[in-house]
């Protein structure tokens, strides 16, 4: 089978390796239908973050049961499913708490079959991870199953955001970072009743998404300004939550300066570094946030329903798509912002 490898900062290949096969009775090996490029990989493929050469890419997929170990019964042979990319076991102290992004039982990471942008994937922690999807790939036409690749990741880590920033009905919003995440998050905030949706977008196409989701107010100021028009457009108050999905620390900052005292910031964005905490305690200013818990908002959460309902159809953060040979061109295409989010077609 074919899958993509990292070789170095900006250099994507696709090399022919062997099928995986189940390893251990919870597994199952999944013959991927879609998969994509994830904002995050962005920070290796650009060298800012350290990545082994050679080594396996992508955390995103839907696909086909192709076969599974022992002990699943949750899914068989033929069943269409989202592959999300936290692997949660459903047992350990942090899924039952409902954070299976933090699944003590997770070692996907380190499995050198796990990358996703690959024509098949085996998949740990089967039994209780995948989310079944009703009917076959090819009951859904090319824009639902956009929308039901984004269950993988996207989607479940734009409501992470919301879910842990408590956003209530009649709440006024703040999301930073207008990439695939951050348009998914003004989804999620519009979902659980926010009144008030304001985006910091830099980008016109994606602030024209933004308000297609549900956004009220655009942001395209930068720093001080920015912190200034949001307040501006509060009447001083501040926000009741933050969604912040970049994840460095000028947005921290900036989170915390256009919080309202009491605010909660859900911080769903990669961290490069920490920033300072103290204006939290002066403002009671609550930090929350982290590695989404994908099958939970998937399945407890609704948003598998949502998709299947079509009430909400995040899959527009897919701008440009490539197939599996294009890999490259792919990354490239997201290195250099001219796709929001790239898709990769792997099987018809």
């Given at each position: 089978m074919?899958a993509?490898?990292f070789i170095?900062?900006?250099?994507?290949?696709?090399?022919e390796v062997?099928?995986p096969e189940?390893?251990?009775a919870?597994?199952a090996?999944?013959k991927?239908?879609?998969?994509?490029?994830?904002?995050s990989?962005?920070?290796w493929?650009r060298?800012?973050?350290?990545?082994g050469?050679?080594?396996?890419?992508g955390?995103e997929a839907i696909g086909v049961v192709?076969?599974?170990?022992?002990?699943v019964t949750?899914?068989k042979?033929?069943d269409f499913?989202v592959a999300p990319?936290?692997?949660?076991c459903g047992?350990?102290?942090?899924?039952?708490?409902?954070f299976d992004?933090?699944?003590e039982n997770?070692h996907?990471?380190?499995d050198?079959?796990?990358?996703?942008?690959?024509?098949?994937?085996r998949?740990s922690n089967?039994n209780?991870?995948?989310v079944k999807i009703?009917g076959?790939?090819?009951?859904y036409?090319?824009?639902?199953?956009n929308?039901l690749?984004?269950?993988?990741?996207?989607?479940a880590?734009?409501?992470?955001?919301?879910y842990?920033a408590e956003v209530k009905?009649g709440?006024a919003?703040?999301?930073i970072?207008?990439?695939?995440?951050?348009?998914?998050?003004?989804?999620a905030?519009k979902?659980m009743?926010?009144?008030?949706?304001?985006?910091?977008s830099?980008h016109q196409?994606r602030?024209e998404l933004a308000?297609?989701?549900?956004a009220?107010?655009?942001?395209?100021t930068?720093?001080?300004?920015?912190?200034?028009?949001v307040?501006?457009?509060?009447?001083?108050?501040?926000?009741?939550?933050?969604l912040e999905?970049?994840?460095?620390?000028s947005s921290i900052?900036?989170?915390?300066?256009i919080s309202r005292a009491g605010a909660?910031?859900?911080r769903?964005g990669?961290?490069?570094?920490?920033?300072?905490?103290?204006?939290?305690?002066w403002?009671n200013?609550?930090?929350?946030?982290?590695i989404?818990?994908v099958t939970?908002?998937?399945?407890?959460?609704?948003l598998l329903t949502a998709?299947?309902n079509?009430?909400?159809?995040?899959g527009?953060?897919f701008?440009?798509?490539?197939?599996?040979?294009q890999i490259?061109?792919?990354?490239?295409?997201?290195?250099?912002?001219?796709?929001?989010?790239?898709?990769?077609k792997?099987t018809?």
């Amino acid at each position: 089978m074919k899958a993509a490898y990292f070789i170095a900062p900006g250099k994507i290949i696709l090399k022919e390796v062997a099928k995986p096969e189940i390893k251990q009775a919870t597994d199952a090996v999944i013959k991927i239908v879609r998969a994509c490029v994830c904002g995050s990989d962005m920070w290796w493929y650009r060298g800012i973050n350290q990545r082994g050469s050679n080594t396996r890419v992508g955390h995103e997929a839907i696909g086909v049961v192709e076969t599974v170990g022992s002990q699943v019964t949750k899914v068989k042979t033929g069943d269409f499913v989202v592959a999300p990319f936290t692997h949660g076991c459903g047992e350990c102290a942090a899924c039952l708490a409902g954070f299976d992004g933090n699944c003590e039982n997770n070692h996907a990471s380190e499995d050198s079959e796990n990358g996703y942008q690959a024509e098949y994937l085996r998949y740990s922690n089967a039994n209780w991870g995948l989310v079944k999807i009703p009917g076959k790939p090819q009951d859904y036409s090319e824009s639902q199953l956009n929308d039901l690749l984004t269950l993988s990741d996207v989607m479940a880590t734009g409501y992470h955001a919301a879910y842990t920033a408590e956003v209530k009905p009649g709440d006024a919003v703040a999301i930073i970072g207008d990439g695939a995440v951050g348009l998914c998050a003004v989804i999620a905030a519009k979902l659980m009743g926010a009144k008030q949706i304001i985006i910091l977008s830099h980008h016109q196409e994606r602030a024209e998404l933004a308000v297609a989701f549900g956004a009220t107010d655009i942001v395209s100021t930068r720093d001080k300004q920015a912190v200034l028009d949001v307040l501006t457009i509060t009447n001083q108050a501040g926000v009741d939550a933050v969604l912040e999905c970049v994840g460095n620390e000028s947005s921290i900052q900036e989170a915390q300066q256009i919080s309202r005292a009491g605010a909660i910031i859900g911080r769903v964005g990669v961290p490069q570094n920490e920033p300072s905490a103290n204006k939290l305690f002066w403002s009671n200013i609550g930090l929350r946030g982290g590695i989404a818990a994908v099958t939970t908002h998937d399945e407890k959460h609704g948003l598998l329903t949502a998709v299947l309902n079509g009430d909400i159809h995040p899959g527009q953060v897919f701008t440009e798509a490539f197939h599996l040979d294009q890999i490259q061109a792919a990354y490239e295409a997201m290195d250099e912002c001219r796709a929001i989010k790239s898709l990769i077609k792997i099987t018809a």
